[in-house]
């Protein structure tokens, strides 16, 4: 099975912080790559496919980059609504995911 | 607009067996073009990926290793809907779980059920 590591599993940034967030994959998956973010009590919300691809409606502040096996989640001015917890998850071969980052306010 | 209704008991005696059903408004069950998944999450183990259901001339159902032995996913096209039976459930199984469904290769989870506590407990 494909393993799926990011880091950190805490982050702590301010409102206005450029925010990255690393996954890497055990083995390639090309890009099939995506980005979820969740907020208490509700479920994982799509951000980023295909690596790169922003889903409808996501703010041009989240872009998301890398093939293989490293891939990066960037937010690039943090706002009150992105504190959250992310996920990455590779859909190469069926579906696993990340172990999490959670967004808090510094 | 797709939507994913669960339904269900949230809780579960140890040794039962846990019965989830998630009703799709907006898609077919039988579209030959996504897959139907369940996926769990607790504090232990994550987001883990359960099984699907899809259809592409002829069902075809995938479980993950871990659960492979204890697991059935069924599609009920009369009522537009899919379900997950877990048996021998012991509190491991104690989970938010929900319903999704995969577009892509079957994996990408665009549209996801609200999601169901599922405590497992005497």
């Known amino acids: 099975d494909i393993q799926m590591t990011q880091s950190p599993s805490t982050l702590s940034a301010s409102v206005g912080d450029r925010v990255t967030i690393t996954c890497r994959a055990s083995q390639s998956i090309s890009s099939w790559l995506a980005w979820y973010q969740q907020k208490p009590g509700k479920a994982p919300k799509l951000l980023i496919y295909k690596a790169s691809s922003l889903e409808s409606g996501v703010p041009s502040r989240f872009s998301g980059s890398g093939s293989g096996t490293e891939f990066t989640l960037t937010i690039s001015s943090l706002q009150p609504d992105d504190f959250a917890t992310y996920y990455c998850?590779?859909?190469?071969?069926?579906?696993?995911f990340g172990q999490g980052t959670k967004v808090e306010i510094k | 607009q797709v939507q994913l209704q669960q339904s269900g008991p949230g809780l579960v005696k140890p040794s039962q067996t846990l019965s989830l059903t998630c009703a799709i408004s907006?898609?077919?069950?039988?579209?030959?073009?996504?897959?139907w998944n369940w996926i769990r999450q607790s504090p232990s183990r994550g987001l883990e990926w359960l099984g699907r259901?899809?259809?592409?001339?002829?069902?075809?159902?995938e479980y993950a290793e871990s659960v492979k032995s204890r697991s059935t996913i069924n599609p009920d096209t009369s009522k537009n809907q899919f379900s997950l039976q877990l048996n021998s459930v012991t509190p491991e199984d104690t989970a938010v779980y929900y319903c999704?469904?995969?577009?892509?290769?079957?994996?990408?989870?665009?549209?996801w059920g609200q999601g169901t506590l599922v405590t497992v407990s005497s």
């Open positions: 907006g898609d077919s069950v039988s579209s030959n073009s996504v897959a």
């Open positions: 999704a469904r995969g577009d892509w290769n079957g994996a990408l989870f665009v549209y």
């Open positions: 259901t899809y259809y592409r001339s002829k069902w075809y159902t």
């Open positions: 998850q590779q859909y190469n071969t069926r579906g696993t």
